[in-house]
């Protein structure tokens, strides 16, 4: 059986008219807390085995990046909040925190008894020690969405106060998703040598420990009894990196493993006919896009001057894509077509349609540019399971393109060489020769507070942002200070008409996750999350 997880809301009639297209699925709304599926029960296996497809770049979340790290970071490390399944904000390792009248200020309150993995107890010094290494570019090179949180003070030996810049609605979910502000002890940091040797041993406040990795292999996870909160029913943990979907698909039908994230979506019907589990479709907070290099005078890969500066283009590239087709035949259904915004975002605008698939419009547009022979370009996508299906969708956004005379050679990346590429460099006088364009993934609403989402496309995001607006930089500004929310939303749809009449980024599709699993497990995945929290999914 298929579900399809919407945060607290029921399923729109969207995804229901999605869903109710597959063939041969049965359809099954499920809240948060509710009991998905059935099965037969019987002893609780000791052991939960977890196939990935892709390993975590890295163990330690002083440094960590990317959304494949939250496989991890979600059990091995603590926040001083946290996230329900809902996407709301819970106390973590902060028992209470309270907020100054003018929003500029969080006092949080350690919970006592918390201890790390090792046996450490938590203190505020390791809260100063997190935030220092948050603010230095060898671990965080993106300073942008974090830069307003000016600085941390210890007021006792249990209290911290955040101060901001400025207030922020959102500060405490960014907090609660943000690994460099996950809790390391200092004093075991510190004794075993810095970060090299805490990569190869970390040790956090989650409710699991690590007992064994091997790189590209995967990891072993076992319960921390000591644990501070509720303890979860799963009691050891297996992450096997299963890379090849194929292998994956077969390893879940006939039992080599009990859950599968990111389970490849032209799978589905295989091991929906084969019986014995369930799949949840879970849409994620984040959009799958072409990122285009709009800093560049040249284009890197040719020399000549970088023709995704006019805007014509970039407009030519979206009407170049066949969504529609991408989404039926590479992705079985699982994603959905959006302009910008997500329904549920503030500031959505339903009259801001996605661009049709237009090969003439395209190639009119090509040649009101310049370029009525087309040009040669290069587009570098992702190889692996980060995203199911990546290559294949990078491959066939090149066939488009080229059927229209934009001439794209695929490079096809490694997740962490990828990753590493898509980084804009801190430094303004070399822009990262990157790509002249690539796949992407962005997000401009979600949870995060409407202004932070915008900054994707701010001069100052050294992360995924290619274009620099001084304009649209003073929109995001004013959107940060208006009090008023009707003419705050008002600003906001102005913006999105912007972004999509620029086509700074090409917007292909929502991303929707996929979890795979036996009828006997049970989970619950956060809404418009990738996350495997084992602290959410139990046995029957």
Not at 280 to 304: F, Q, V
Request: with cysteine; charged share 25%.
């Amino acid at each position: 059986m298929i579900q399809t997880i919407m945060g607290d809301k029921r399923l729109s009639a969207r995804w229901l008219r999605v869903l109710a297209g597959l063939a041969g699925l049965a359809l099954v709304a499920c809240a948060p807390g509710a009991s998905p599926g059935g099965g037969a029960g019987g002893p609780v296996p000791d052991e939960l085995i977890v196939g990935l497809g892709d390993d975590v770049t890295y163990f330690s979340s002083v440094r960590t990046f990317g959304g494949n790290a939250s496989y991890l970071t979600r059990n091995v490390y603590e926040s001083l909040v946290n996230l329900n399944t809902g996407g709301n904000v819970i106390p973590g390792v902060a028992s209470s925190w309270k907020v100054t009248p003018d929003g500029k200020q969080y006092e949080f309150k350690l919970r006592k008894g918390a201890t790390y993995t090792n046996g450490d107890p938590v203190t505020v010094q390791d809260v100063a020690f997190v935030f220092a290494n948050s603010k230095d570019p060898k671990f965080v090179p993106n300073q942008a969405p974090q830069r307003h949180w000016k600085g941390l003070e210890v007021v006792d030996d249990e209290t911290v106060r955040y101060v901001l810049d400025f207030p922020d609605p959102g500060f405490l979910k960014s907090l609660a998703g943000s690994y460099p502000h996950h809790l390391v002890s200092k004093k075991y940091y510190d004794s075993i040598g810095g970060e090299e040797a805490f990569e190869k041993a970390p040790v956090g406040l989650g409710p699991y420990k690590v007992v064994d990795r091997k790189v590209k292999e995967g990891w072993i996870l076992e319960r921390y009894e000591g644990y501070w909160g509720e303890k979860p029913q799963v009691r050891k943990a297996t992450f096997k990196v299963i890379p090849e979907p194929s292998t994956r698909a077969a390893a879940m039908r006939v039992g080599e493993i009990d859950f599968a994230a990111n389970f490849p979506p032209s799978f589905m019907d295989d091991l929906e006919r084969a019986g014995g589990h369930k799949l949840i479709k879970n849409p994620a907070g984040n959009t799958i896009t072409i990122r285009i290099n709009k800093l560049r005078d040249t284009d890197p890969s040719t020399g000549k001057t970088n023709p995704f500066l006019d805007k014509r283009v970039r407009q030519a590239m979206s009407y170049s894509i066949d969504r529609d087709a991408i989404i039926s035949k590479i992705l079985n259904g699982v994603g959905e077509k959006i302009a910008m915004l997500f329904p549920d975002d503030f500031g959505y605008d339903p009259e801001l349609k996605p661009y049709p698939y237009d090969p003439s419009k395209a190639k009119q547009l090509l040649a009101e540019a310049g370029f009525p022979n087309g040009f040669d370009t290069t587009f570098y996508g992702l190889l692996g399971e980060r995203i199911p299906l990546s290559k294949e969708v990078g491959e066939a956004i090149a066939q488009y393109m080229t059927a229209v005379g934009i001439r794209t050679k695929v490079v096809n990346e490694e997740y962490a060489a990828w990753l590493a590429r898509t980084q804009r460099s801190t430094s303004w006088d070399k822009p990262n020769e990157l790509y002249p364009m690539g796949y992407g993934m962005t997000w401009v609403g979600g949870q995060t507070s409407p202004w932070l989402g915008w900054r994707i496309n701010a001069c100052d995001n050294t992360s995924h942002g290619w274009v620099c607006d001084p304009e649209f930089d003073k929109q995001i500004e004013q959107l940060r200070l208006e009090g008023d929310a009707k003419k705050a939303e008002a600003l906001v749809k102005a913006m999105a008409r912007k972004v999509h009449d620029e086509q700074w980024t090409v917007v292909l599709y929502r991303n929707v996750v996929v979890y795979a699993m036996k009828d006997r497990v049970e989970f619950t995945p956060t809404a418009q999350s990738q996350y495997v929290e084992l602290r959410n999914l139990r046995w029957k």
